[in-house]
């Protein structure tokens, strides 16, 4: 009876060294597939983490300097009310692009 107590805990003992030296059964090429996927997902979600959720501008130098950059003051004029309008959307977006909230 013991000798089959001390086979039954030896072949469960052979048998978990057989497995844990096997590995998980992933190749490596798999594994860094997936290691490159989970480098892109957390590069992205610090992008993201940088404007959002979109703030106020901390001063108006900061709203001026920001403004600044900004190309859409650089077109060519216009008259049109609809045109006016578009820019304003254009710098809405842009702000949001930066983490920034403007309301028109």
Known sequence: MRLSMWLLLGSLILSLVVVLLAGCG???????????????ARNELAEIKEVYPPKDFPSLTALNDWLLE??????????YAEDWYGRALEVQEDALKDGYVVSC
Not at 26 to 40: F, G, M
Not at 70 to 79: A, C, I, L
């Open 70 to 79: 900004n190309d859409v003051s650089e077109k060519p004029d216009t008259t």
């Open 26 to 40: 992933i190749p490596q090429s798999e594994y860094d597939e997936l290691n490159a996927n989970y480098e892109a």
